[in-house]
């Protein structure tokens, strides 16, 4: 992978979804990688040194969003890592727990595109 690219892991158990997200982040100059569950995500972030962001959804096999979550948090190396929750859990609550977690941005998908996220993920990381 070019290292002068932002690199943004994705967990998204959805297929076609993970392939519209994967689309827009590689069209937007990103580096991906892309993968089906917290538990591969977490080996991929173990894996890859150089991983920018984490875009993750809740509602996934294996482990969800929210172990997800907490599993990074628990790693100190990692609590820099910026994490965009995108889901399409739409609840207040939802949106306060991945907070509390740690999230550092909570989305509904059906209210942005992948293209916007694609333009969230260079904002934050502007920061």
Do not use: Q, W
């Amino acid at each position: 992978m070019t290292k002068n690219k932002i690199t943004v892991l994705l967990a998204e158990d959805t297929a076609d979804i993970r392939e519209l997200y994967t689309t827009a982040f590689t069209d937007g100059g990103f580096n991906v990688i892309a993968v089906e569950n917290g538990k591969l995500a977490l080996a991929e972030l173990e894996k890859h040194k150089d991983i920018d962001i984490v875009v993750t959804d809740i509602e996934m096999p294996v482990m969800d969003g929210f172990k997800l979550l907490e599993e990074i948090r628990k790693v100190k190396k990692y609590n820099k890592i910026p994490i965009i929750v995108a889901s399409n859990l739409d609840a207040f609550n939802t949106e306060k727990k991945v907070k509390d977690l740690g999230a550092n941005k909570y989305i509904v998908k059906c209210n942005v595109t992948p293209m916007d996220v694609a333009e969230m993920i260079k904002e934050l990381l502007k920061k």
